[in-house]
Protein backbone atom coordinates (compact mmCIF):
# COMPACT_ATOMS: atom_id res chain seq x y z
CA UNK A 1 0.00 0.00 0.00
CA UNK A 2 2.71 2.42 1.20
CA UNK A 3 5.06 1.68 -1.88
CA UNK A 4 1.53 2.25 -4.59
CA UNK A 5 1.27 5.53 -2.60
CA UNK A 6 4.55 6.64 -2.93
CA UNK A 7 4.66 5.55 -6.55
CA UNK A 8 1.66 7.49 -7.01
CA UNK A 9 3.11 10.44 -5.08
CA UNK A 10 6.22 10.29 -7.19
CA UNK A 11 3.98 10.57 -10.98
CA UNK A 12 1.82 12.79 -9.43
CA UNK A 13 5.20 14.96 -8.64
CA UNK A 14 6.65 14.51 -11.76
CA UNK A 15 3.47 15.94 -13.48
CA UNK A 16 3.34 18.81 -11.76
CA UNK A 17 5.80 20.64 -9.37
CA UNK A 18 2.63 22.88 -8.08
CA UNK A 19 1.78 23.20 -4.47
CA UNK A 20 -1.15 21.33 -3.69
CA UNK A 21 -4.91 22.56 -3.35
CA UNK A 22 -6.22 23.35 -0.38
CA UNK A 23 -9.33 24.95 1.13
CA UNK A 24 -6.95 27.90 1.70
CA UNK A 25 -5.83 27.96 -1.77
CA UNK A 26 -9.65 27.89 -3.07
CA UNK A 27 -9.90 31.33 -1.78
CA UNK A 28 -12.12 29.63 1.52
CA UNK A 29 -11.48 32.02 4.53
CA UNK A 30 -9.43 30.55 7.68
CA UNK A 31 -12.26 30.73 9.81
CA UNK A 32 -14.59 28.28 7.59
CA UNK A 33 -10.87 26.16 6.76
CA UNK A 34 -10.09 25.44 10.13
CA UNK A 35 -14.16 24.22 10.47
CA UNK A 36 -13.02 22.00 7.44
CA UNK A 37 -10.03 20.48 9.38
CA UNK A 38 -11.86 20.07 12.58
CA UNK A 39 -14.55 17.68 10.38
CA UNK A 40 -11.45 15.89 8.96
CA UNK A 41 -11.85 17.38 5.06
CA UNK A 42 -7.97 16.94 4.27
CA UNK A 43 -8.43 18.19 1.12
CA UNK A 44 -10.91 19.55 -1.25
CA UNK A 45 -12.43 16.59 -3.55
CA UNK A 46 -13.10 16.71 -7.31
CA UNK A 47 -16.20 18.25 -7.13
CA UNK A 48 -15.34 21.23 -4.52
CA UNK A 49 -12.06 21.97 -6.20
CA UNK A 50 -13.72 23.01 -9.45
CA UNK A 51 -17.35 24.28 -8.00
CA UNK A 52 -16.12 26.45 -4.44
CA UNK A 53 -13.93 29.07 -6.81
CA UNK A 54 -16.96 29.64 -9.21
CA UNK A 55 -19.10 29.85 -6.71
CA UNK A 56 -16.77 32.46 -4.69
CA UNK A 57 -16.86 34.56 -7.61
CA UNK A 58 -20.77 34.94 -7.51
CA UNK A 59 -21.73 32.36 -10.76
CA UNK A 60 -24.71 30.36 -10.68
CA UNK A 61 -23.69 26.45 -10.58
CA UNK A 62 -24.93 22.88 -12.07
CA UNK A 63 -22.85 20.26 -10.16
CA UNK A 64 -22.54 16.93 -11.72
CA UNK A 65 -20.71 14.42 -8.95
CA UNK A 66 -20.83 11.00 -8.25
CA UNK A 67 -22.16 10.49 -4.93
CA UNK A 68 -19.94 10.30 -2.18
CA UNK A 69 -17.83 13.03 -3.48
CA UNK A 70 -18.12 16.03 -1.44
CA UNK A 71 -21.28 18.06 -3.01
CA UNK A 72 -22.39 19.16 0.54
CA UNK A 73 -19.30 20.82 0.96
CA UNK A 74 -18.81 22.60 -2.55
CA UNK A 75 -22.44 24.58 -1.63
CA UNK A 76 -22.15 24.89 2.07
CA UNK A 77 -18.66 26.38 1.89
CA UNK A 78 -19.30 28.79 -0.83
CA UNK A 79 -23.06 30.03 0.63
CA UNK A 80 -21.19 30.10 4.39
CA UNK A 81 -18.46 32.37 3.48
CA UNK A 82 -20.88 34.77 1.46
CA UNK A 83 -22.90 34.86 4.78
CA UNK A 84 -19.67 36.00 6.85
CA UNK A 85 -19.45 38.89 4.06
CA UNK A 86 -22.86 40.36 4.41
CA UNK A 87 -24.86 38.56 7.81
CA UNK A 88 -28.24 38.41 7.12
CA UNK A 89 -31.30 35.74 7.67
CA UNK A 90 -33.48 33.92 5.84
CA UNK A 91 -29.91 33.53 3.84
CA UNK A 92 -30.37 30.27 1.93
CA UNK A 93 -32.73 27.50 1.12
CA UNK A 94 -31.42 24.28 0.76
CA UNK A 95 -34.19 21.79 -1.52
CA UNK A 96 -33.70 17.88 -1.01
CA UNK A 97 -36.10 15.37 -2.04
CA UNK A 98 -36.27 13.08 1.53
CA UNK A 99 -36.43 14.12 4.72
CA UNK A 100 -33.47 12.42 5.97
CA UNK A 101 -31.57 14.10 3.43
CA UNK A 102 -32.50 17.39 4.82
CA UNK A 103 -31.27 16.09 8.32
CA UNK A 104 -27.98 15.21 7.18
CA UNK A 105 -27.16 18.35 5.02
CA UNK A 106 -28.35 20.50 7.69
CA UNK A 107 -25.32 18.78 10.34
CA UNK A 108 -22.93 19.49 7.97
CA UNK A 109 -24.17 23.26 7.66
CA UNK A 110 -23.97 23.37 11.52
CA UNK A 111 -20.56 21.84 11.97
CA UNK A 112 -18.85 23.85 9.61
CA UNK A 113 -20.40 26.99 10.91
CA UNK A 114 -20.04 26.18 14.47
CA UNK A 115 -17.15 28.80 14.58
CA UNK A 116 -19.20 31.29 12.98
CA UNK A 117 -22.74 30.77 14.74
CA UNK A 118 -25.07 29.70 11.79
CA UNK A 119 -28.42 28.71 12.57
CA UNK A 120 -30.27 26.32 10.37
CA UNK A 121 -34.00 24.79 10.73
CA UNK A 122 -34.63 21.41 8.95
CA UNK A 123 -38.76 22.11 7.18
CA UNK A 124 -39.75 18.73 6.28
CA UNK A 125 -43.12 16.76 6.44
CA UNK A 126 -43.57 14.49 9.19
CA UNK A 127 -43.03 16.94 12.23
CA UNK A 128 -45.25 19.45 13.85
CA UNK A 129 -46.00 22.55 11.70
CA UNK A 130 -46.10 24.81 14.76
CA UNK A 131 -42.78 23.48 15.84
CA UNK A 132 -41.71 24.38 12.51
CA UNK A 133 -43.77 27.82 12.60
CA UNK A 134 -41.29 28.60 15.81
CA UNK A 135 -38.10 27.65 14.02
CA UNK A 136 -38.71 29.70 11.59
CA UNK A 137 -39.96 32.87 13.22
CA UNK A 138 -36.25 33.10 14.81
CA UNK A 139 -35.44 33.60 10.94
CA UNK A 140 -32.31 31.28 10.58
CA UNK A 141 -29.82 31.74 8.20
CA UNK A 142 -30.10 28.51 6.22
CA UNK A 143 -33.52 26.48 5.88
CA UNK A 144 -33.39 22.98 4.56
CA UNK A 145 -36.24 21.89 3.49
CA UNK A 146 -38.59 19.32 1.22
CA UNK A 147 -40.55 21.25 -1.04
CA UNK A 148 -44.06 20.16 -0.11
CA UNK A 149 -43.50 21.36 3.64
CA UNK A 150 -41.98 24.48 2.55
CA UNK A 151 -44.81 25.15 0.17
CA UNK A 152 -47.14 24.87 3.09
CA UNK A 153 -45.23 27.07 5.04
CA UNK A 154 -45.03 30.12 2.46
CA UNK A 155 -48.70 29.92 2.11
CA UNK A 156 -49.72 29.48 5.57
CA UNK A 157 -47.33 30.57 7.99
CA UNK A 158 -47.97 34.49 9.14
CA UNK A 159 -45.36 36.10 8.65
CA UNK A 160 -42.43 33.89 6.91
CA UNK A 161 -41.15 34.65 3.07
CA UNK A 162 -38.24 34.34 1.63
CA UNK A 163 -38.04 37.66 -0.33
CA UNK A 164 -34.55 38.29 0.88
CA UNK A 165 -33.07 34.82 -0.05
CA UNK A 166 -30.07 35.39 -1.42
CA UNK A 167 -28.64 31.60 -2.15
CA UNK A 168 -30.83 28.76 -3.71
CA UNK A 169 -29.38 25.39 -3.60
CA UNK A 170 -31.39 21.94 -5.29
CA UNK A 171 -29.39 19.11 -3.92
CA UNK A 172 -30.35 15.72 -5.81
CA UNK A 173 -31.80 17.98 -8.33
CA UNK A 174 -33.16 15.53 -10.80
CA UNK A 175 -35.25 14.12 -8.26
CA UNK A 176 -36.43 17.15 -7.17
CA UNK A 177 -37.04 18.64 -10.79
CA UNK A 178 -38.57 15.47 -11.17
CA UNK A 179 -42.21 15.28 -11.55
CA UNK A 180 -42.81 14.73 -7.74
CA UNK A 181 -42.06 17.88 -7.06
CA UNK A 182 -42.62 20.21 -10.22
CA UNK A 183 -45.98 22.26 -8.79
CA UNK A 184 -44.18 23.07 -5.56
CA UNK A 185 -40.84 23.96 -6.99
CA UNK A 186 -42.52 26.75 -9.36
CA UNK A 187 -44.59 27.85 -6.45
CA UNK A 188 -40.90 28.43 -4.55
CA UNK A 189 -39.16 29.97 -7.41
CA UNK A 190 -42.29 32.96 -7.83
CA UNK A 191 -41.95 33.84 -4.42
CA UNK A 192 -38.28 33.89 -3.97
CA UNK A 193 -35.83 37.01 -5.47
CA UNK A 194 -34.82 36.90 -9.08
CA UNK A 195 -31.94 38.41 -7.94
CA UNK A 196 -29.96 35.55 -6.17
CA UNK A 197 -27.45 32.63 -6.85
CA UNK A 198 -28.46 29.26 -7.80
CA UNK A 199 -26.92 25.90 -7.53
CA UNK A 200 -28.35 22.43 -8.60
CA UNK A 201 -26.32 19.50 -7.62
CA UNK A 202 -27.01 15.64 -8.25
CA UNK A 203 -25.19 12.38 -9.05
CA UNK A 204 -27.15 12.04 -11.67
CA UNK A 205 -28.35 14.72 -13.78
CA UNK A 206 -31.63 14.03 -16.66
CA UNK A 207 -31.60 16.32 -19.86
CA UNK A 208 -34.47 18.39 -18.26
CA UNK A 209 -32.71 21.36 -19.53
CA UNK A 210 -36.36 23.48 -20.16
CA UNK A 211 -37.10 23.07 -16.32
CA UNK A 212 -33.37 23.75 -15.23
CA UNK A 213 -33.91 27.30 -17.34
CA UNK A 214 -37.63 27.90 -15.80
CA UNK A 215 -35.09 27.20 -12.73
CA UNK A 216 -33.62 30.47 -14.11
CA UNK A 217 -30.02 30.24 -13.80
CA UNK A 218 -28.27 33.03 -14.82
CA UNK A 219 -25.71 31.80 -17.11
CA UNK A 220 -24.42 29.06 -15.05
CA UNK A 221 -21.58 26.98 -15.09
CA UNK A 222 -21.52 23.43 -15.59
CA UNK A 223 -19.01 21.39 -13.12
CA UNK A 224 -19.32 18.24 -14.03
CA UNK A 225 -16.36 15.51 -12.47
CA UNK A 226 -17.85 12.25 -14.09
CA UNK A 227 -20.18 12.98 -16.96
CA UNK A 228 -21.31 9.42 -17.31
CA UNK A 229 -23.30 7.95 -14.44
CA UNK A 230 -21.41 5.33 -12.57
CA UNK A 231 -20.72 3.50 -9.82
CA UNK A 232 -17.64 4.58 -7.95
CA UNK A 233 -14.16 2.75 -8.94
CA UNK A 234 -13.61 0.55 -6.03
CA UNK A 235 -17.07 -0.88 -5.99
CA UNK A 236 -17.05 -4.63 -6.69
CA UNK A 237 -20.46 -5.51 -7.68
CA UNK A 238 -22.35 -9.07 -7.32
CA UNK A 239 -25.26 -10.83 -8.67
CA UNK A 240 -26.73 -14.06 -8.20
CA UNK A 241 -28.96 -15.37 -10.05
CA UNK A 242 -31.55 -17.57 -8.16
CA UNK A 243 -35.46 -18.80 -7.97
CA UNK A 244 -37.67 -16.11 -6.55
CA UNK A 245 -38.99 -18.68 -3.82
CA UNK A 246 -35.47 -18.67 -2.35
CA UNK A 247 -34.37 -15.14 -1.98
CA UNK A 248 -34.76 -15.18 2.00
CA UNK A 249 -33.00 -18.65 2.06
CA UNK A 250 -29.81 -16.59 -0.04
CA UNK A 251 -29.68 -13.38 2.29
CA UNK A 252 -29.64 -14.82 5.29
CA UNK A 253 -27.14 -17.36 3.76
CA UNK A 254 -25.17 -14.33 2.78
CA UNK A 255 -25.62 -12.63 5.73
CA UNK A 256 -24.54 -15.21 8.11
CA UNK A 257 -20.98 -16.04 5.80
CA UNK A 258 -20.34 -12.26 5.71
CA UNK A 259 -21.27 -11.59 9.12
CA UNK A 260 -19.53 -8.88 11.04
CA UNK A 261 -20.06 -6.24 7.98
CA UNK A 262 -22.50 -3.89 7.71
CA UNK A 263 -25.64 -4.03 5.59
CA UNK A 264 -27.85 -1.81 3.66
CA UNK A 265 -30.52 -4.17 2.10
CA UNK A 266 -33.31 -2.61 -0.54
CA UNK A 267 -36.66 -3.77 -1.48
CA UNK A 268 -38.89 -2.51 -3.85
CA UNK A 269 -41.80 -2.08 -1.60
CA UNK A 270 -42.53 -0.96 2.32
CA UNK A 271 -44.27 -4.15 3.12
CA UNK A 272 -41.27 -6.13 2.03
CA UNK A 273 -39.20 -4.06 3.77
CA UNK A 274 -41.13 -4.67 6.70
CA UNK A 275 -41.49 -8.46 6.25
CA UNK A 276 -37.78 -9.07 5.52
CA UNK A 277 -37.04 -6.94 9.19
CA UNK A 278 -39.32 -8.87 11.08
CA UNK A 279 -38.00 -12.28 9.69
CA UNK A 280 -34.27 -11.19 10.37
CA UNK A 281 -35.31 -10.27 13.98
CA UNK A 282 -36.90 -13.53 14.44
CA UNK A 283 -33.77 -15.28 13.38
CA UNK A 284 -32.02 -13.41 15.83
CA UNK A 285 -30.26 -10.17 13.85
CA UNK A 286 -30.00 -7.04 14.67
CA UNK A 287 -31.68 -5.45 11.59
CA UNK A 288 -34.15 -1.93 11.18
CA UNK A 289 -36.48 -0.87 8.48
CA UNK A 290 -36.26 2.32 7.11
CA UNK A 291 -39.04 3.46 4.54
CA UNK A 292 -41.81 5.91 4.08
CA UNK A 293 -44.40 4.64 6.07
CA UNK A 294 -42.84 4.90 9.14
CA UNK A 295 -43.04 8.16 11.35
CA UNK A 296 -40.79 10.44 11.27
CA UNK A 297 -39.06 9.99 14.44
CA UNK A 298 -38.80 5.76 13.82
CA UNK A 299 -36.93 6.96 10.19
CA UNK A 300 -34.53 8.86 12.14
CA UNK A 301 -34.36 6.29 15.00
CA UNK A 302 -33.65 3.66 12.71
CA UNK A 303 -31.06 5.99 11.16
CA UNK A 304 -29.05 6.57 14.29
CA UNK A 305 -29.27 3.45 15.13
CA UNK A 306 -27.55 1.99 11.96
CA UNK A 307 -24.87 4.90 12.01
CA UNK A 308 -23.95 4.24 15.85
CA UNK A 309 -23.07 0.70 14.85
CA UNK A 310 -25.80 -0.65 17.19
CA UNK A 311 -27.48 -2.50 14.00
CA UNK A 312 -25.52 -3.66 11.72
CA UNK A 313 -28.42 -4.02 8.89
CA UNK A 314 -30.62 -1.49 7.31
CA UNK A 315 -33.08 -2.95 5.75
CA UNK A 316 -34.64 -0.05 3.47
CA UNK A 317 -37.01 1.22 0.32
CA UNK A 318 -35.35 4.11 -2.36
CA UNK A 319 -36.31 6.65 0.75
CA UNK A 320 -32.84 5.60 1.49
CA UNK A 321 -30.99 5.22 -1.61
CA UNK A 322 -30.20 8.93 -2.29
CA UNK A 323 -27.64 10.89 -0.73
CA UNK A 324 -27.26 9.50 2.59
CA UNK A 325 -23.67 9.69 3.97
CA UNK A 326 -23.25 6.49 6.50
CA UNK A 327 -19.10 5.97 6.47
CA UNK A 328 -19.28 2.19 7.55
CA UNK A 329 -21.59 0.49 5.38
CA UNK A 330 -19.91 -2.45 3.62
CA UNK A 331 -21.97 -4.48 1.57
CA UNK A 332 -25.31 -3.08 -0.26
CA UNK A 333 -27.80 -6.19 -1.65
CA UNK A 334 -30.62 -5.26 -4.10
CA UNK A 335 -32.97 -8.08 -2.61
CA UNK A 336 -35.44 -6.33 -5.41
CA UNK A 337 -34.42 -5.06 -8.41
CA UNK A 338 -34.52 -1.20 -8.66
CA UNK A 339 -36.92 0.06 -11.70
CA UNK A 340 -34.91 2.53 -13.28
CA UNK A 341 -30.93 2.09 -14.13
CA UNK A 342 -30.38 5.31 -11.75
CA UNK A 343 -31.72 4.05 -8.62
CA UNK A 344 -29.53 1.47 -9.38
CA UNK A 345 -26.26 3.75 -8.99
CA UNK A 346 -27.69 5.91 -5.82
CA UNK A 347 -28.14 2.39 -3.77
CA UNK A 348 -24.79 0.97 -4.78
CA UNK A 349 -23.06 4.04 -4.34
CA UNK A 350 -24.11 3.73 -0.45
CA UNK A 351 -20.92 1.89 -0.11
CA UNK A 352 -17.49 2.53 -1.43
CA UNK A 353 -18.21 6.13 -0.56
CA UNK A 354 -15.10 8.78 -0.11
CA UNK A 355 -12.65 6.49 -1.55
CA UNK A 356 -13.45 3.59 0.72
CA UNK A 357 -14.08 0.15 -1.19
CA UNK A 358 -17.23 -1.95 -0.66
CA UNK A 359 -19.43 -4.92 -2.53
CA UNK A 360 -22.65 -4.89 -4.14
CA UNK A 361 -24.84 -7.86 -4.96
CA UNK A 362 -27.81 -7.78 -6.67
CA UNK A 363 -30.33 -10.61 -6.48
CA UNK A 364 -31.79 -11.92 -10.00
CA UNK A 365 -35.11 -13.92 -10.04
CA UNK A 366 -36.28 -15.57 -13.17
CA UNK A 367 -39.10 -12.25 -13.57
Not at 210 to 235: F, G, H
Request: proline content about 4%; hydrophobic content about 40%; charged content about 25%.
Amino acid sequence: MEEEEANNLSSAEEATEETPVTFKSLGIVDVLCEACEQLKWKAPTLIQKESIPVALDGKDVIGLAETGSGKTGSFALPILQSLLDTPQRLFALVLTPTRELAFQISEQFEALGAGIGVKTAVVVGGIDMMTQALMLAKKPHVIIATPGRLVDHLENTKGFNLRNLKYLVMDEADRILNMDFEQEVDKILKVIPRERNTYLYSATMTKKVQKLQRASLRNPVKVEVSSKYQTVEKLQQFYIFLPVKYKDVYLVYILNELAGNSFIIFCSTCANTQRVALMLRNLGMTAVPLHGQMSQTKRLGALNKFKSKNRSILIATDVASRGLDIPHVDVVINLDIPTHSKDYIHRVGRTARAGRSGKSITFVSQK
